[in-house]
């Protein structure tokens, strides 16, 4: 699986953006997608992840502004993102893997799969 992120760019805090991550392969449907983050001089962190059965899963800081969802149809996953905060300023990476198991949903080491990152940059 090949994975290919897009979207990233420069907003005004409180603004929106929305990135999609566009893979290859057949059995996409059946991967669990996620989004993780990285900012300068911090660690990665999870952003938000859907398995194959639609359920979506959210970090805390995120919960209730970011939206993800995936078509596919179209082999693709996408990060809807509102009222975004300075805070969320960071690379972001999709990533794909099968049989993660919902407790380690958020940990990075259970994906497989790694796309290139888009860089979001929220201007206060």
């Known amino acids: 699986v090949q994975l290919q992120a897009s979207g990233g760019g420069l907003v005004q805090a409180g603004g929106s953006l929305r990135l999609s991550c566009a893979a290859s392969g057949s059995s996409f449907r059946t991967y669990t997608v996620g989004w993780f983050r990285k900012a300068p001089g911090k660690e990665r962190e999870f952003v938000a992840a859907?398995?194959?059965?639609?359920?979506?899963y959210y970090a805390d800081s995120v919960k209730g502004r970011f939206t993800i969802s995936r078509d596919n149809a179209k082999n693709t996953v996408h990060l809807q993102m509102n009222s975004l905060k300075p805070d969320d300023t960071a690379d972001y990476h999709c990533a794909a893997g099968t049989g993660i198991i919902l407790s380690s949903i958020t940990e990075g080491t259970q994906y497989t799969y790694w796309g290139q990152g888009t860089l979001v940059t929220v201007s206060s």
């Open positions: 859907i398995r194959w059965n639609g359920h979506t």
